[in-house]
């Protein structure tokens, strides 16, 4: 299922880009921009600051939406399906994030760009959620990809089976691997994940010698810190063929979304992280033997 589909991308691999952003991730790190690419049902964003109370929505389901003093209210306790509201609110108050797509349809969609790929040396981007945890469609689109000469690149966290992973290191141009954290407890405790599984599956790709590069979240009170950076860039040096990390500074320009889906923000109130207080760890990534770039 996909969310998104962003096209002239610059910042997700190589060249010019489109980005696929696939639903359906296995963590749930609070932080997350993209916070509807976690769950893999569709779901809603309601936006009440742009509500019109025009009413069309209180008709599709009972109970859902309804009006209180003079106010629309949603009850997500009594959805069943999502996919009803789709295009049912006049002023784009409500909106889905979720749809399906056959791998033709993302082809054509694809094929509009495909000179910018090939004048930028680009291509599309797999990102998400996780797009790994997607079904077999995932690998059928990878694969029509390639038989058409599109290089694919795909931002993942790793926290997937290493029986999945196996089936794409022939096909993937680049990975782009969102290294979190190599602290186990604070690994789990701030994602719900198992860091064994994702150092498992980078010490994986980083044997077969597969492309790829690692993004790093710097993230206050979770790795935000000289020495937690220094553990993280002290592994990565171990890696044979690691030679390019990014430090992809946070930001809350997602905390709009939390409250349009209905949850809190744990990290409101933190302020944004600026590229400033990232160079001791570039410095010393660079001392490590690194390609440093900041910002994805």
Known sequence: MIFNIQRYSIHDGKGVRTSIFLKGCPLRCPWCSNPES???????LFDESRCMEFGDCTSV????????EGRLLMNRKVLADAGHYEETCPSMAISVAGYEKTVEQVLNEIEKDEQFYRLSEGGITLTGGEPFAQDNWILDLVLALKKRGIPVAAETCLHIS?????????????????LKHVDAEKFRSFTGGNLELVLGNLKFLDHHAVPYRLRIPV??????SF????????????LKNCRHM????????GESKYRMLGRTYSYAGSRPVDEQELEKY???ATEKGFTVT???
């Open 227 to 238: 020495a937690d950076m220094k553990r993280i860039i002290n592994f990565s040096a171990n």
């Open 219 to 224: 993230i206050p009170g979770f790795n935000h």
């Open 162 to 178: 290493r029986k999945k992973l196996s089936r794409f290191i022939h096909d993937i141009s680049e990975f782009l691997i969102d």
């Open 246 to 253: 990014d430090f992809i500074p946070y930001h809350n320009l």
């Open 38 to 44: 976690q769950s893999f049902a569709k779901e809603i």
């Open 294 to 296: 900041t910002g994805g």
């Open 282 to 284: 570039l410095q010393y």
């Open 61 to 68: 389901e009972d109970g859902v939406f309804s009006f209180s």
